[in-house]
């Protein structure tokens, strides 16, 4: 009598033990299916600090090609007609209006010279003898192919092209009373599309990083668009005092 009991209750143990093993298989797929799309979250993140990281890398280079000489501060240059020229200097001080005096924010360089102009539309890229490259312009068509010669089956993830666009960006203002430097002017801008390029230089660069993927698997399969710009403020320097 008593052998029996135990082998019933060993009976109910399996079967308890049975229920318990179908409600964890029960829920397994979707356990499953929810770290299969927390991976395919974790790459578009990864595709996106690629991008934000490229175009952080390229705003930490000169405004133009002729603000580049390590010599001196990078000066304010001159833009175009078509970009708002009332952004000027003042001859007897050579900030632009509204800067402070004590600023070092300056049209004339460090040398001297003044009135040096942004290059041209036409002629933004990579100038004679570069690379290495030392403008954000200098990034225009910036290909980066990222392929560590894996096979299929190790990873599918693996083919990933970032390109780069710089271009002007409309800067002028649409205040009713007249540009910056108007006495009582309003001054008001209207926010332009920063996808809209300038036939001529303005002070504002846009910059449009795009990374896009290719892969068989139709998850990995991306094209991230990221936009920044940079403006045409010059460089600064921090005060001095004497002792």
Same mark, same amino acid.
């Given at each position: 009598?008593?052998?029996?009991?135990?082998?019933?209750?060993?009976?109910i143990e399996l079967i308890f033990a049975l229920l318990i093993m179908a409600i964890v298989l029960?829920?397994?797929?979707?356990? #499953?299916?929810?770290?299969?799309?927390? !991976?395919?979250?974790?790459? @578009?993140?990864?595709? &996106?600090?690629?991008?934000?990281?490229? =175009?952080?890398? =390229?705003?930490?280079?000169?405004?133009?090609?002729? *603000?580049t000489d390590e010599r001196y501060l990078d000066p304010i240059l001159t833009v175009s007609a078509?970009?708002?020229?009332?952004? !000027?200097? %003042? /001859?007897?001080?050579?900030?632009? #209006?509204? *800067?402070?005096?004590?600023?070092?924010?300056?049209? =004339?360089? @460090?040398?001297?010279?003044?009135? &040096?102009?942004?290059?041209?539309?036409?002629?933004?890229?990579?100038?004679?003898?570069?690379?290495?490259?030392?403008?954000?312009?200098?990034?225009?068509?910036?290909?980066?192919?990222?392929?560590?010669? +894996? *096979?299929?089956?190790? /990873?599918?993830?693996?083919?990933?092209?970032?390109?780069?666009?710089?271009?002007?960006?409309?800067?002028?203002?649409?205040?009713t009373t007249g540009p910056y430097d108007t006495t009582g002017g309003d001054r008001r801008i209207?926010?332009?599309?920063?996808?809209? *390029?300038?036939?001529?230089?303005?002070? #504002?660069?846009? =910059?449009?990083?795009?990374?896009?993927?290719?892969?068989? /698997?139709?998850?990995?399969?991306?094209? #991230?668009?990221?936009?920044?710009? +940079?403006?045409?403020?010059?460089?600064?320097?921090?005060? %001095?005092?004497?002792?």
């Amino acid at each position: 009598m008593g052998y029996r009991l135990r082998d019933a209750v060993a009976m109910i143990e399996l079967i308890f033990a049975l229920l318990i093993m179908a409600i964890v298989l029960m829920s397994a797929p979707r356990l #499953i299916s929810t770290a299969t799309k927390s !991976s395919f979250v974790a790459l @578009q993140q990864e595709s &996106i600090n690629e991008a934000a990281s490229h =175009i952080n890398m =390229i705003m930490g280079y000169h405004w133009d090609e002729n *603000t580049t000489d390590e010599r001196y501060l990078d000066p304010i240059l001159t833009v175009s007609a078509t970009g708002d020229t009332n952004l !000027s200097y %003042k /001859v007897q001080n050579s900030w632009r #209006i509204g *800067t402070p005096k004590e600023s070092s924010r300056s049209f =004339i360089r @460090q040398d001297g010279t003044g009135n &040096i102009a942004a290059t041209a539309p036409s002629k933004l890229g990579m100038e004679a003898g570069e690379p290495p490259e030392d403008d954000v312009d200098d990034f225009i068509g910036d290909y980066t192919l990222i392929n560590e010669g +894996v *096979t299929t089956s190790d /990873v599918a993830d693996k083919n990933i092209n970032v390109a780069t666009s710089v271009s002007y960006a409309l800067d002028s203002p649409s205040g009713t009373t007249g540009p910056y430097d108007t006495t009582g002017g309003d001054r008001r801008i209207s926010f332009n599309d920063l996808t809209d *390029t300038n036939a001529g230089s303005t002070n #504002i660069k846009h =910059i449009s990083v795009t990374l896009t993927s290719t892969s068989n /698997v139709s998850e990995f399969e991306k094209s #991230i668009v990221l936009h920044a710009f +940079v403006c045409n403020i010059g460089a600064y320097e921090l005060e %001095k005092k004497a002792f």
